[in-house]
């Protein structure tokens, strides 16, 4: 069984490899932060609501 570590590198990679570009995997809990909210609120995209 992979670990979470394993899982994670492993959907970030195959989405870079298949989009042909850089990929950031972000917690749903992480926009709760108010700096890194503004920091992407102009360059997110949501492709799976949680």
Known sequence: M???F???F???ESLES???RPVDLVSP???ENPYFA???AGDSHEVYPG
């Open 10 to 12: 492993g959907l970030k």
């Open 38 to 40: 503004a920091s992407v």
């Open 2 to 4: 992979a670990s979470r």
């Open 18 to 20: 298949l989009l042909g």
């Open 6 to 8: 394993d899982a994670y």
């Open 29 to 31: 809990v992480a926009p």
